[in-house]
């Protein structure tokens, strides 16, 4: 069974840093895309970053860029997302999600729980 | 960036209608268009993938259809556990941009 299971989510002031992981299990970490995706409260979807199967690749939404930075452990089936310079704004619930590239779509297939980040002072 | 643009944002409907919600995409994104189902307090969940592919486990009364900027899912008899949030979302061209969503009530 394909889990994903984020923690670190925190409340953090203005300016400051965090440090979010996925563990994955059940599927063979290394052969997938991952990704970040976030949910303000009462809002939409918003997609976060994006890295390829060796970390070679990594894509950005323009608000995180230069702030956030996504990586990956394939020797510890683990995913996970630096935030620094944390605004009010950035305040969400982070989901770790698998990219399914192999399919046309490129769909997020699973999701995991989701770990919330709180900015405020 | 590719906006995607939901209509309606919410609709009431009673078990056992046709509901259909319209997704329309800023520029053509051909099929890479994704619906996914979000109940409150819960991660969103994969229905139709490439515009008109069921996700396994899902029941054959979601389907979605269109291709360039225009497509739509439709549930074609509502269910009590069809109560929920849906978005669109395209991933043919970063950054991946998803709908504003579109609550669905009980009437």
């Known amino acids: 069974e394909v889990q994903l299971v984020e923690s670190g989510g925190d409340l953090v002031q203005p300016g400051g840093s965090l440090r979010l992981s996925c563990a994955a299990s059940?599927?063979?970490?290394?052969?997938?895309?991952m990704s970040w995706v976030r949910q303000a409260p009462g809002k939409g979807l918003e997609w976060v970053a994006n890295?390829?199967?060796?970390?070679?690749?990594?894509y950005y939404v323009d608000s995180v860029k230069g702030r956030f930075t996504i990586s990956r452990d394939n020797a510890k089936n683990s995913l996970f997302l630096q935030m620094n310079s944390l605004r009010d704004e950035d305040t969400a619930v982070y989901y770790c999600a698998r990219i399914w590239a192999a399919v046309a779509g490129i769909p997020f297939d699973y999701w995991g729980q989701g770990s919330l980040v709180t900015v405020s002072s | 960036d590719t906006q995607m643009t939901q209509s309606p944002s919410s609709l009431s409907a009673s078990v056992g209608d046709r509901v259909t919600i319209t997704c329309r995409a800023s520029?053509?994104?051909?099929?890479?268009l994704n619906w996914y189902q979000q109940k409150p307090g819960k991660a969103p969940k994969l229905l139709i993938y490439?515009?008109?592919n069921l996700q396994s486990g899902v029941p054959s009364r979601f389907s979605g259809s269109g291709s360039g900027t225009d497509f739509t899912l439709t549930i074609s008899s509502l269910q009590p556990e069809d109560f929920a949030t849906y978005y669109c979302?395209?991933?043919?061209?970063?950054?991946?941009?998803f709908g504003q969503g579109t609550k669905v009530e009980i009437k």
């Open positions: 059940g599927f063979t970490f290394s052969s997938y895309w």
């Open positions: 520029q053509s994104i051909s099929s890479y």
């Open positions: 979302q395209q991933s043919y061209r970063t950054p991946w941009t």
């Open positions: 890295i390829k199967q060796d970390g070679s690749e990594k």
């Open positions: 490439a515009a008109s």
